[in-house]
Structures are given as structure tokens and as C-alpha cells.
């Protein structure tokens, strides 16, 4: 997103004045937005030359020299697109970086479901993100359609461990009901219906615990 300012139309002496035709449409991509003309591309000079050959196209905008269209977007606001253009590079390679790690982190557990179940996917086809309060409804199924459904299975499960001698790891399981869940669980989210690939006792221990949401590293396939 870039804009052409009001300070950057007054120290540039531009002249905009008001449509020449009543109910004159604006181009789809270019719109006036708080006293700001703003275009939308993702290289930032492009979008700038486009304010400004659309502002031309519409007579709105009367400039003083007779410069071209890209030297005088780029002579209007070069040091403000420098800077916003490294700054996009810069964000660019930050989030692709992350888009990796979480990648990385998710792949370790996509044998959960196999190709051809409606919660299997390539975890390379997919957009991650960490979401803080991912809803527990989204995560109800067939299987497991309710709340108490949950907390019977949890129940089952500690009584499992402890039978097994597993006295640590059913305490474990016990105590995440009362507590906070730091750990993200892995989720696949299709048609708003999320697909568990890692922490069914974490939800499970989080629907016990009467919580509504849960962390949760969510992909959504592209």
C-alpha cells in the first residue's frame, strides 16, 4: 500500500481539483481514503506512478513542470519509497523465513491423516500461522461432537496410564486440566473445520478444564 499525502501534495505545489463529472468512478485499484490517495501494488513506485496517471486520466490533478509520469511519481516521493521499499523487502524475507519454521514445526506431524482424509494435506501447500485463541468448537467431529465427549475420553485415557504404571504421565494429562496450555496444538482448518495433527490431549484436557479456545498452530491450505 502507498500514498500520496496531503503534505507530500502541498510541498509538491500539485492542484487537485474536484471531478470532472458528477459521480466520476475512481479505477478499482486507486481510492481517496483520509485525505490520502492510496493504490494498492506491490512494488510501491508502480503504485505511486498509478495514482498519478489515474489522478491525470481524471483531470483531478494539475502539476507544475513538464515531467513524465515515473520521473515524476518517483521525483515526488523518493525518499519515502526508498525507504518503504526496503522496508517491504526487509518484511518480505522475515515472514518467508517464519512461513519455513512453522512449516518445519507442522511437517513433523502430517502422517497424522493419510491422502484421500478430509484432514490430510501437504504441509508445503499450506499457510501457517499462530493463532492464540483458536476456537475448541471448530475442533468438534463426528467422533467427538461434544464437550463431555472430551473430557469422557481424557478420563479413559489417565485411567489407561495409571493402569500401565504410567503414574507420571497420567499426572501429567491431570493437571492440564486446571492449567494454562503453552504449547500450540497443529491444526489443518478446511471449510472452517479444524483437523487435529497434534495435541488431542491438550484439547481434551482444555475442553475438562471448561476453556472455550486454545493455542494452536493452524494451516490453511492455499
Not at 4 to 13: K, V
Not at 113 to 132: I, K, L
Request: aromatic share 10%; proline share 4%; glycine share 6%.
Amino acid at each position: 500500500m502507498t500514498s500520496i499525502n496531503l503534505e507530500i501534495i502541498i510541498a509538491n505545489n500539485i492542484t487537485l481539483t474536484a471531478p470532472v463529472a458528477p459521480g466520476m468512478a475512481w479505477n478499482a485499484q486507486v481510492w481517496m481514503f483520509e485525505n490520502a490517495f492510496m493504490a494498492e501494488h506491490e512494488n510501491p513506485y508502480q503504485a505511486v506512478s498509478m495514482v498519478v496517471r489515474e489522478l491525470k486520466k481524471n483531470g483531478l490533478i494539475k502539476e507544475s513542470g513538464e515531467l513524465e509520469d515515473d520521473t515524476y511519481a518517483t521525483h515526488l516521493v523518493e525518499e519515502e519509497l526508498i525507504a518503504d521499499e526496503n522496508e517491504f523487502h526487509i518484511n518480505q524475507e522475515q515472514e518467508q523465513l517464519q512461513q519455513e519454521e512453522l512449516k518445519r514445526r507442522a511437517g513433523f506431524y502430517s502422517d497424522q491423516f493419510s491422502p484421500g482424509e478430509d484432514g490430510y494435506c501437504d504441509p508445503e501447500s499450506v499457510t501457517w500461522s499462530e493463532v492464540e485463541d483458536y476456537p475448541l468448537e471448530k475442533l468438534l467431529c463426528v467422533e467427538m461432537p461434544s464437550r463431555e465427549r472430551w473430557t469422557g475420553w481424557l478420563k479413559n485415557e489417565i485411567e489407561m496410564f495409571l493402569k500401565d504404571g504410567m503414574d507420571g504421565l497420567a499426572e501429567i494429562y491431570r493437571s492440564m486440566v486446571n492449567e494454562n496450555i503453552e504449547n500450540h496444538i497443529v491444526v489443518i482448518e478446511i471449510n472452517g473445520k479444524g483437523y487435529i495433527w497434534d495435541g488431542n490431549h491438550r484439547v481434551a484436557a482444555s475442553f475438562a478444564g471448561g476453556k472455550s479456545t486454545i493455542r494452536a498452530l493452524v494451516g490453511i491450505p492455499n
